[in-house]
């Protein structure tokens, strides 16, 4: 089973470094420069994901049983906000202590890969009941993203400049999600159609904006080693071993958890350098990061799923 695993996530990872090509080539045709990028980034983010954010919260939320409907959703925002208080003492293990430095490494340390890639291993595990618990936990997860991933590069406290942050058009669309289905009121399907094709556009619109930007960093994806190591170290390591071990002190059904084992051990989410570069973070490491860890992770993902049969 581990070496099967491995390959559909690399298989999985593959495509996503096929979407980065994309936005490389676009680069080097000079389709894209590093305006283009920012401005489309943007746009991304505050029209089109708003869409794409909506659309999988209502749809995840509809066919829930209420009974047990809360425990995945509060599962995948607490794994973020645990992540979260992790990275911001994890943060001073860097050489490099810069603000924008550490804006990227807290954003990294909070914000992981919650739905692409854990929906090809859960998919292959446990079917679709288990698909069924991850879009639960995709709910959750979405408010966090847009939540504590915002805050953890602001000033903290709840300053003005955080408050700004966090009233973003993709929080606004999730909360509504989860307005609008807690309270039944129907939305048209015209609307939910008009809206699914707008954000299905939004992940390869951002992975080949992703490709770009780092195209744009360059060599300087590949400095600071000692950094570097240590951003993977506790992305694929450190965080989700501490993540798991809280996990485990939690009575909850065994999908649950097997879902939210998947989940906390993810590799840097594909958005976290648009974002990163939006909010005043490093790009360069943010980049590099995404690289390596993703590139990595098949490897620490099989590996903990092994060690997670055994104890």
């Known amino acids: ?19 980065f090509a994309v936005g490389a080539a676009a680069v080097k045709c000079k389709y894209l420069d590093s305006r283009d990028v920012s401005r489309v980034g943007n746009f991304a983010m505050d029209f089109i994901f708003p869409c794409c954010c909506f659309v999988s919260v209502f749809n995840g939320m509809q066919d829930a049983d ?36 550490m804006k990227a490494f807290r954003q990294m340390a909070a914000i992981n890969n919650y739905l692409f890639l854990p929906l090809i291993i859960v998919e292959s595990l446990y079917g679709s009941s288990g698909s069924a618990c ?85 060599a300087a994806l590949f400095r600071e080693g000692r950094d570097a190591a240590w951003g993977v170290l506790c992305r694929l ?37 648009i974002i990163v570069g939006k909010y005043g973070g490093d790009v360069d490491y943010s980049g590099q990061q995404l690289l390596l860890s993703t590139f990595i992770s098949p490897v620490t993902i099989t590996g903990f799923l092994y060690l997670s049969t055994l104890f």
């Open 134 to 218: 991850l879009m639960l936990f995709s709910v959750g997860s979405a408010v966090g993203f847009w939540s504590v991933g915002i805050w953890v590069m602001s000033k903290f406290g709840f300053n003005k400049e955080t408050f700004k942050n966090l009233i973003s058009s993709n929080l606004v669309a999730v909360l509504l999600a989860v307005l609008l289905v807690c309270c039944k009121v129907p939305v048209p399907e015209g609307v939910l159609r008009i809206a699914n094709g707008i954000g299905v556009i939004g992940t390869p619109l951002m992975l080949v904006l992703t490709g770009a930007s780092l195209t744009l960093s360059g």
């Open 237 to 273: 390591i450190i965080i989700p071993a501490l993540t798991v071990a809280a996990l485990k002190m939690i009575p909850m059904p065994p999908m649950v958890f097997n879902v939210a084992l998947i989940i906390a051990l993810m590799p840097t989410s594909c958005a976290s350098v």
């Open 66 to 101: 209420p009974m047990g409907v809360w425990l995945p959703p509060v599962l995948g925002f607490s794994i973020m906000a645990f992540n979260g208080i992790i990275g911001l003492g994890l943060q001073y293990g860097l050489k490099n202590r810069s603000e924008s430095r």
């Open 1 to 19: 089973m581990n070496s099967e695993m491995m390959f559909k996530v690399a298989l999985a990872i593959g495509q996503t470094f096929v979407f």
